[in-house]
């Protein structure tokens, strides 16, 4: 999974879009250690040592409580986040996120629901996000993945210009199923 994301994230700072990684499995520093392991120079590009490009988040720190969500945190961190980037002139904000996989691996697919639901009025910057998930994970299955992301696209095209998905396989270490469902 983070290969695939961290692509999405290279490719993203390489091309001056602000780009947020969010985690609900890992620690922000587990994920910066493996972000520079896998060539992204997180000095270079974090706020404090570096351009400001990249935010590294535990999704918790937005969303609060997986059970309940803090809707109006989620919408203003979204915002302020947003906002930042167009005072650093970014092209726009890439997402990379394993938190719909999080939430849908824990049964909680309403919830991720009104998390993405609450983001209802467009950005100021165009935004593309990525999730991913293990085809190994019986919940991932068990969710009609395709169902819910054209439940998802439908209520948020206007404001996403892309959300985009991956089952890999953790097993063979592979892609199995890539949708790119941009607008």
Not at 20 to 38: F, G, P
Not at 69 to 95: C, E, H, Q, Y
């Amino acid at each position: 999974m983070q290969r695939i994301h961290f692509a999405f994230v290279k490719s993203g700072l390489d091309d001056n879009w602000g780009t947020v990684y969010l985690t609900a499995t890992q620690s922000t520093d587990e994920v910066r250690k493996s972000m520079q392991k896998h060539g992204i120079n997180t000095y270079q590009y974090e706020e404090g040592s570096g351009d400001g490009s990249l935010i590294i988040l535990r999704g918790e720190e937005i969303y609060k409580n997986p059970n309940n969500p803090d809707l109006d945190n989620w919408i203003n961190a979204t915002k302020s986040i947003s906002d930042m980037f167009i005072s650093k002139g970014k092209k726009g904000v890439r997402v990379a996120a394993d938190l719909s996989a999080y939430f849908i691996s824990h049964g909680l697919g309403g919830q991720w629901h009104k998390l993405e639901y609450a983001l209802g009025k467009k950005l100021s910057l165009p935004m593309s996000i990525l999730c991913a998930y293990d085809s190994g994970s019986s919940k991932t299955w068990d969710t009609d993945l395709l169902k819910f992301y054209d439940q998802i696209n439908s209520e948020t095209k206007e404001f996403v210009d892309a959300h985009s998905f991956v089952i890999y396989t953790l097993e063979q270490n592979s892609v199995i199923l890539q949708f790119d469902l941009g607008y």
